[in-house]
């Protein structure tokens, strides 16, 4: 199986401020091919703008950041469908997650993710 990582899951892994999350996407990784693993710009901006406004880091840092979690994790999506949301999505708080879930089914994937409200069948969640 190949995984698209949700923004949740590249937090995690770049940052060890949540503990559990850091040492458990670091273990699921740790028996995943990197080449089975992917981020998208969707998650990478995400990535950056939580690095940023969370932690404080700047440009220079949170790029910095994402780089290394990208030394673990090879894949990269980078053609991006026009959104067809799924009927699940009753506010503009899912419609971020409905897409990710769209483009990792797209691309024979899984959406792995921490979060426990996404209701699609194409979540895979990080144990």
Known sequence: MKYLLDVNALIAWGHNVQTWQHAS??????????????????????????SMAHYGLDLAAAEKTLALVKRDVHGYIDTLPAPRLARW????????????????????????????????????RIP
């Open 89 to 124: 999505v009753l506010s503009h708080k899912h419609t971020t997650d409905a897409y990710l879930c769209q483009l990792a089914a797209a691309n024979g994937m899984r959406l792995a993710t921490f979060d426990t409200s996404i209701k699609d069948a194409a979540v895979f």
């Open 25 to 50: 996407i670091h273990a699921w990784g740790a028996t995943i091919p990197p080449q089975h693993m992917s981020t998208c710009a969707i998650t990478e901006l995400g990535f950056l703008r939580v």
